[in-house]
């Protein structure tokens, strides 16, 4: 009991008996140092806490010096003293709130900024199904708001271009990141070729849960290049021409000279 009793009191966590016409039988010294009174102040006294039917939840008080704090409080059914009671076990979680609201700041504006941002940026998970897309990626693959997340990269690719993503999901799973090519077929029926960065993304803990990529659509590159290509094809084919012409007209000269003498 002397060992229970020390362990209480040294508990970081406040701790409160409640009694069951709400007054406070028990607070070991954590519980007086949050709610910035001593423990004897504490005691035969109601305390304005949500005490509710609820296992665990939070309230905002101010300490001692008058600076808000947000303590979670953890209920549990007990006996004390032969009659039922509550006990309350308090906890400080101000700071973990403070850095969990600045974290979901960060990811809205981090959001904010994918969504703007003009190339396409989405991610995967293992099963190649999107869990995330911003508007141009939406706008790349040619469907609305909303409507990427969900489907697959199969919905979109076919043939060899289907095993190509396969085997860039094997890269992944070994932690590389990699640049490469593909085509897809949008709803429309519409064909556009994409380059794409893949990178691991990973949960908080490390494992490897997907892929994020960042992809541009270079179809109009990709259409220029060919034309361009097929611009210089012909031009050495005319050349060739020109030079067999001119070998032809040679000899010609050649030949028509020779009989001349």
């Known amino acids: 009991e002397r060992r229970l009793h020390h362990v209480v009191n040294s508990n970081i966590d406040g701790m409160l008996v409640v009694s069951a016409n709400g007054l406070v039988r028990f607070a070991n010294p954590a519980a007086g140092r949050l ?13 304005d806490l949500p005490l509710t039917d609820r ?6 008080i101010a300490d001692a010096a008058g600076v808000l704090r947000t303590i979670e409080i953890r209920l549990a059914d007990i006996t004390w003293e032969d009659g039922p009671a509550r006990l309350a076990a308090l906890r400080d979680v101000t700071e973990q709130r403070q850095v969990e609201a600045a974290l979901r700041s960060s990811e809205d504006r981090f959001r904010r900024v994918v969504q703007n941002l003009g190339e ?4 995967v998970d293992l099963y190649e199904r999107f869990t995330f897309a911003n508007a141009a990626a939406e706008q790349i693959f040619g469907v609305t ?4 997340v969900g489907r697959t990269l199969a919905d979109f690719i076919d043939g060899d271009y289907l095993r190509e993503i396969e085997t860039q999901t094997q890269r ?4 590389l990141s990699t640049t490469y090519e593909v085509e897809i077929k949008r709803p429309d029926g519409a064909r556009r070729t ?12 490390n494992s490897l849960i997907g892929t994020l990529g960042i992809f541009f659509d270079i179809s109009d590159r ?8 097929a611009s210089e094809s012909r031009a050495r084919a005319l050349a060739a021409e020109q030079h067999a ?11 028509t000279l020779t009989v001349d003498r």
């Not at 709610?35 to 305390?47: D, F, K, M, P, V």
């Not at 708001?145 to 990427?148: E, I, V, Y």
């Not at 990709?222 to 290509?229: D, F, N, R, S």
């Open 245 to 255: 012409a001119n070998i032809q007209l040679a000899r010609y000269y050649q030949d």
């Open 120 to 123: 396409g940026v989405a991610i």
């Open 222 to 229: 990709k259409q220029a290049e060919a034309a361009l290509l």
């Open 145 to 148: 708001a909303g409507q990427l």
């Open 172 to 175: 992944r799973l070994r932690g």
């Open 194 to 205: 994409l380059m794409i960065t893949g990178t691991p993304h990973r949960s908080a803990d």
């Open 55 to 60: 296992a665990t939840t939070e309230a905002i």
């Open 35 to 47: 709610l910035g009174r001593s423990e004897q102040a504490l005691l035969n006294r109601t305390i």
